[in-house]
């Protein structure tokens, strides 16, 4: 499968405690983007990187959030000291660079659900 | 920031008729306006996208339509069919933002 992949696909945790998600993007892709979905409602904006360098964050974003991609190729977002409030789909999605291209495509999401 | 708002929030239509779904933007500088579809627990597929310096863009039996001076675009789909039940996003951005900002989602059901 050589689109978007994401892991984990679900994750409990409890209240309190660290996750981690890994986003893998499209081979070559130098935009990589992440958004947030909740029940019944369209996804919305985090973050997103140009290569290595992490060029907007969202105000959604707080400062208990952390996205980083290291190498310009997958990336990782991190949440600490998880809330309920953060149960969510989280989505990945990457596109191409090159002029004129702006399609992004998505990734399956990672479930969060804090207990 | 943008707002993109989308109406219906669901729509039901009978195999073999068409669906329409409409959207509506609050920024001006907004040029690029793809449409997603979303199946139970998959992720969004992009289905087709429209530019601003194109009124009409069609892929088989789905079309967009753009409207910049009244800030809205809608999306068309003919001959509908059952696998084409699924929640339908349409989104908003610009060039050199790159982000998009989403619709609530309409939900269609094709019955057949």
């Known amino acids: 499968d050589t689109g978007v992949s994401q892991n984990p696909r679900h994750k409990i945790t409890k209240r309190g405690q660290n996750v981690t998600f890994r986003c893998d993007p499209i081979s070559e892709h130098n935009r990589l983007y992440w958004y947030r979905q909740t029940l019944g409602q369209g996804p919305e904006f985090l973050t997103y990187f140009q290569n290595e360098a992490q060029l907007e964050k969202s105000r959604l974003l707080s400062d208990r959030f952390s996205a980083e991609r290291p190498k310009g190729s997958f990336s990782t977002l991190e949440i600490q000291r998880t809330e309920q409030g953060d149960s969510a789909m989280y989505l990945c999605a990457s596109s191409p660079t090159g002029r004129g291209s702006y399609e992004q495509y998505f990734g399956p999401g990672t479930r969060l659900t804090v207990t | 920031g943008e707002n993109v708002e989308q109406h219906p929030s669901t729509l039901s239509v009978q195999e073999g008729d068409s669906a329409v779904i409409k959207c509506t933007y609050s920024d001006s500088a907004s040029n690029y306006f793809p449409w997603y579809k979303q199946e139970l627990g998959k992720r969004p597929q992009l289905i087709i996208d429209i530019r601003s310096n194109v009124g009409e863009k069609k892929d088989q039996r789905i079309a967009v339509t753009l409207n910049k001076t009244a800030k809205h675009f809608s999306l068309h789909i003919t001959e509908t069919q059952p696998e084409d039940s699924a929640v339908y996003f349409c989104?908003?951005?610009?060039?050199?933002?790159?982000?998009?900002?989403f619709g609530a989602g309409t939900t269609v059901t094709v019955r057949a």
């Open positions: 989104a908003a951005s610009f060039y050199n933002d790159y982000k998009l900002s």
